[in-house]
């Protein structure tokens, strides 16, 4: 049986690409870091796609009765940080996406595939 920490990150992959994010990637940082078990990194082509983004993966996690311990970013802003605990999803424009460059920062992780979970 899958942990809940992929559940959530399923979840969250699915919500993502339903809202059609760009280059959606899952980074496991469980053995490198205490901060969370996974990254979910994704972004949008316009602030109105991140807002929905973020909207879908709220709904979704919701229905299972999954909330965010805390999310941070201004809605209209180019970054958005959503904390599940085990699992931080950050929503992107494409621009800050870029500027910020989190797969550079954490290439220790494990890129993995969603299948895999």
Do not use: C
């Amino acid at each position: 049986m899958a942990n809940r920490a992929d559940e959530i990150v399923k979840i969250a992959y699915k919500a993502l690409d339903d809202k059609k994010a760009e280059d959606i990637k899952i980074i496991d940082i469980g053995d490198i870091s205490v901060i969370a078990d996974y990254f979910v990194i994704a972004d949008g082509t316009n602030s109105s796609q991140v807002e929905a983004m973020v909207d879908q993966v709220t709904d979704e996690l919701a229905k299972q009765g999954i909330h965010p311990a805390r999310v941070e970013g201004i809605r209209s802003s180019g970054w958005i940080l959503m904390d599940f605990n085990d699992v931080v999803i950050h929503i992107f424009s494409k621009e800050d996406r870029l500027f910020y460059d989190l797969e550079r920062i954490w290439r220790d992780g494990k890129v993995v595939e969603p299948e895999s979970l």
